[in-house]
């Protein structure tokens, strides 16, 4: 299978290290694309549920796809997030063709792209941390349930469902939520005078223009989604930004097949995990 030629692919919250994480799906993916650059913005790695006990190969596989990429040249920027906070100490942290930032401002085309998470937005993050915490473990295990509803509905034949997604579409506040935050970020966006705005955060992938709160302009404002839930990714082409979205269907048999990247040296991925527990309890 020919892999696909993107300028520029971003990708957020895909919470390596629990269990509503489909790191075999992000796996094709990242195989069947050939990118010149890759975003990983914010929550990859979920450092607030890591836990020793939970590092499948899958999740493995993806980061040693991601340093393959590396190694082969192509810029990589790890923007941080609020599930991997911890690595906001290391900011700044430039290692050639990978460099570990908060946020970033990319020339695309001539154009300026600023690219954060967005959890600062996030009133819970900034003043009731643990809250946020008990919802994400809340959350984790909400996917968790999902999964094992949809494997029944799979074997029955009926089509899988999404439990989150319909508890958001049911309360006003959440719509509320996912609406403001995308005003923010475009206020913020207009006024800094840049054409892109590309988050993460809130597991809802969109593209769209916004118009300022003041009137003074408007940018277009991107956002990657997740892959807990939608399994979406942004992708630039072409002098176009579309929105990825992953189905079963459009990948072959020979992205499932492993590669020397996937096998190599995967006896070391108790390492991460120490690396990773050291992490999550300086965090605490």
Not at 25 to 42: D, F, M, Q, T
Not at 155 to 175: E, H, N, T, W
Not at 177 to 182: A, D, P, W
Request: with cysteine.
């Amino acid at each position: 299978m020919a892999k696909r030629e993107v300028d520029i692919a971003v990708i957020s919250d895909v919470h390596l290290g629990t269990y509503g994480c489909h790191a075999k799906e992000l796996l094709k993916y990242l195989k069947s694309i050939k990118p010149r650059a890759l975003v990983l913005n914010g929550d990859i790695i979920d450092i607030w549920q890591f836990s020793k006990s939970y590092w499948p190969e899958a999740h493995m596989k993806v980061v040693r796809r991601i340093l393959k990429f590396v190694t082969e040249g192509v810029p990589v920027y790890y923007l941080t997030g609020n599930h991997d906070e911890m690595l906001r100490k290391f900011a700044d942290f430039d290692l050639g063709a990978f460099q570990l930032l908060n946020k970033i401002v990319l020339d695309v085309d001539g154009k300026k792209a600023w690219i954060f998470h967005g959890d600062v937005f996030d009133v819970t993050m900034q003043h009731s941390k643990w809250l946020a915490k008990l919802g994400a473990i809340g959350y984790d295990s909400l996917i968790l349930l999902n999964s094992l509803t949809n494997w029944f509905l799979k074997l029955i034949g009926r089509p899988k469902m999404s439990f989150s997604q319909k508890v958001k579409a049911k309360f006003k506040d959440a719509v509320k939520f996912i609406n403001h935050f995308e005003q923010t970020a475009a206020d913020l966006a207009v006024d800094k005078k840049y054409d892109y705005v590309i988050c993460g955060h809130i597991h809802h992938a969109e593209i769209r223009r916004i118009n300022s709160t003041e009137g003074t302009g408007s940018v277009l404002y991107l956002n990657s989604g997740d892959w807990v839930e939608s399994l979406t990714a942004l992708e630039y082409s072409q002098g176009e930004w579309k929105i990825f979205r992953y189905k079963p269907e459009d990948f072959t048999d020979e992205l499932t097949t492993d590669d020397e990247t996937d096998n190599e040296d995967l006896s070391q991925r108790l390492d991460v995990n120490v690396l990773l527990e050291k992490f999550r309890q300086e965090q605490q």
